[in-house]
Nanobody
Framework: QVQLVESGGGLVQPGGSLRLSCAAS????????MSWVRQAPGKGLEWVSD????????RYADSVKGRFTISRDNAKNTLYLQMNSLKAEDTAVYYC??????RGQGTQVTVSS
């Protein structure tokens, strides 16, 4: 079955960086677009970024463009999100997702001084 397991979240000060990872299993990872979405406290799910199958095409929400970088390692079945210049408004649970039907359990990112 499809499994997506995120890691790498934590508490970071404004301006800091974190790298999230998502280990995928149970499906041919290299054949699927993948994405990161997030949910801030009291808010709905927000799309953050996505990446095509070979990593050659990426897209970002305006709110993270220039600060976040999505990437993937198909040999390791792993999706990444490098987050730099973090802001308080980036505080959320971050999920990796395959389409609309599959999401991991999430990893908490808290940006606070």
């Amino acid at each position: 079955q499809v499994q997506l397991v995120e890691s790498g979240g934590g508490l970071v000060q404004p301006g800091g960086s974190l790298r999230l990872s998502c280990a995928a299993s149970g499906f041919p990872f290299s054949s699927y677009y993948m994405s990161w979405v997030r949910q801030a406290p009291g808010k709905g799910l927000e799309w953050v970024s996505d990446i095509n199958t070979d990593g050659g095409r990426t897209r970002y929400a305006d709110s993270v463009k220039g600060r976040f970088t999505i990437s993937r390692d198909n040999a390791k079945n792993t999706l990444y999100l490098q987050m730099n210049s973090l802001k308080a408004e980036d505080t959320a649970v971050y999920y990796c997702a395959r389409g609309d039907n599959y999401r991991g359990q999430g990893t908490q990112v808290t940006v606070s001084s």
